[in-house]
């Protein structure tokens, strides 16, 4: 079963990030608190959301994600921050479950497509997407602004 997150989940949130860093060796990147996720996520125009993947009544995966836009299809699109699941649920269905209420809020939404990000590394996660139909954009790379960078950049508007 999938579910909405909601007031009062940033706990179990945070350890599923918490997860994630851990299993992609990032876990020093981690600065998120409860508070930051409950500021975020359970305010009054959220920008942010996440889902809860329940097996039995316990919580055994997530997903965050975000609206964006694409010019060229003129339409909205779903943005996949993070996914995860808990090892011991891998292979149950959690994490085809979390992509096909994604799949759903995206086209309740009228996106014109859900994206989102893999580690080159993380074989097992690219067949199970690619065993889904999703495409790699091979021909795309990304880049990041953060920190100094980016508040150096931004000195630049002022």
């Not at 996440?50 to 003129?74: H, M, P, R, W």
């Not at 269905?93 to 994206?115: F, H, S, V």
Request: with cysteine; aromatic share 12%.
């Amino acid at each position: 079963m999938v579910r909405r997150a909601v007031e009062g989940d940033e706990a179990l949130i945070l350890g599923f990030i918490r997860d994630l860093a851990e299993y992609e060796k990032l876990s020093h990147e981690v600065v998120a608190t409860e508070a930051h996720l409950g500021a975020t996520l359970f305010c009054e125009t959220p920008k942010a959301f996440a889902l809860i993947a329940e097996n039995d009544g316990a919580a055994v995966g997530f997903a965050l994600y975000f609206f964006n836009y694409s010019t060229f299809l003129g339409k909205h699109g779903l943005y996949l921050e993070d996914l995860f699941v808990r090892e011991s649920a891998r292979g149950g269905g959690a994490g085809k479950a979390l992509l096909a209420a994604l799949a759903q809020i995206a086209i309740e939404n009228d996106c014109g497509r859900m994206e989102w990000s893999v580690l080159d590394w993380n074989a097992p996660s690219i067949a199970f997407y690619k065993s889904l139909g999703a495409a790699p954009m091979d021909e795309w790379t990304v880049y990041r602004l953060t920190g100094p960078s980016l508040a150096e950049l931004a000195k630049a508007a002022k």
